[in-house]
C-alpha cells in the first residue's frame, strides 16, 4: 500500500514538473539564445543582406546585448539597495532619493542605448532593407510603447494589444 501511494506520488510529481516546465518555458518566456538566433537568421534572409551587412549587424547585436546587461545589472543592484533602504527602521529619504535618481539614470541610459542600436543598424542597411526591416518590426520594438503593454508577433498595428503583467 505505501508502495503504491509513494509511486503515485512521485508519478504526480513528475507530470506536474513536466507540465510547469511546459507552462514557464526556459527562463519563464523568455526565449532562448539559440530562438533568438535563429529570427535573426530569418530576417537576414529576408532582408538579403551581404556578408559584410551579416557581421556589421551581428557585431552590433552583440555589442548591444553585452552593452544593456551591464547597465541591467547595474539596474537591479539599485533596486535591491533602493528596497533595503526602504525596509530600514530609520528612513533616510535622501538616500532614498539619491537611489531613485540612480535608478531613474539606468533606465534612461537603456532607453537611449535602444534607440541608439537601431539607429545604428538603420545607417548599416539599405533604403530598401530598411522599408522590409519597419514593416516587418516596426518601431515597437524600441521598447517605446506604454510601459507593461505587449504587441505580440512581429509589432505590425492591430495584432491585439494585452496586458503584460
Same mark, same amino acid.
Given at each position: 500500500?505505501?508502495?503504491?501511494?509513494?509511486?503515485?506520488?512521485?508519478?504526480?510529481?513528475?507530470?506536474?514538473?513536466?507540465?510547469?516546465?511546459?507552462?514557464?518555458?526556459?527562463?519563464?518566456?523568455?526565449?532562448?539564445?539559440?530562438?533568438?538566433?535563429?529570427?535573426?537568421?530569418?530576417?537576414?534572409?529576408?532582408?538579403?543582406?551581404?556578408?559584410?551587412?551579416?557581421?556589421?549587424? *551581428?557585431? !552590433?547585436?552583440? $555589442?548591444? #546585448? @553585452?552593452?544593456?546587461?551591464?547597465?541591467? /545589472?547595474? +539596474?537591479?543592484?539599485?533596486?535591491?539597495?533602493?528596497?533595503?533602504?526602504?525596509?530600514?527602521?530609520?528612513?533616510?529619504?535622501?538616500?532614498?532619493?539619491?537611489?531613485?535618481?540612480?535608478?531613474?539614470?539606468?533606465?534612461?541610459?537603456?532607453?537611449?542605448?535602444?534607440?541608439?542600436?537601431?539607429?545604428?543598424?538603420? *545607417?548599416? !542597411?539599405?533604403? $530598401?532593407? #530598411? @522599408?522590409?526591416?519597419?514593416?516587418?518590426? /516596426?518601431? +515597437?520594438?524600441?521598447?517605446?510603447?506604454p510601459y507593461g503593454w505587449n504587441m505580440p508577433g512581429w509589432g505590425k498595428p492591430g495584432r491585439?494589444?494585452?496586458?503584460?503583467?
Open positions: 500500500m505505501k508502495v503504491k501511494i509513494a509511486l503515485s506520488l512521485l508519478a504526480l510529481i513528475l507530470i506536474a514538473s513536466a507540465s510547469f516546465a511546459q507552462i514557464f518555458g526556459p527562463r519563464f518566456g523568455i526565449p532562448p539564445d539559440d530562438a533568438w538566433q535563429r529570427g535573426i537568421t530569418r530576417l537576414y534572409d529576408e532582408l538579403k543582406l551581404t556578408d559584410e551587412q551579416k557581421t556589421k549587424l *551581428q557585431n !552590433l547585436f552583440f $555589442e548591444f #546585448r @553585452k552593452t544593456q546587461v551591464d547597465i541591467a /545589472g547595474k +539596474l537591479n543592484k539599485a533596486r535591491i539597495e533602493l528596497r533595503e533602504l526602504l525596509s530600514a527602521e530609520k528612513i533616510d529619504k535622501s538616500a532614498i532619493d539619491k537611489k531613485v535618481n540612480e535608478i531613474s539614470d539606468y533606465v534612461r541610459e537603456l532607453s537611449k542605448n535602444k534607440v541608439n542600436h537601431w539607429l545604428n543598424v538603420q *545607417q548599416v !542597411l539599405t533604403p $530598401e532593407q #530598411r @522599408k522590409i526591416l519597419r514593416e516587418r518590426i /516596426g518601431y +515597437l520594438d524600441l521598447g517605446l510603447r491585439g494589444l494585452r496586458r503584460c503583467w
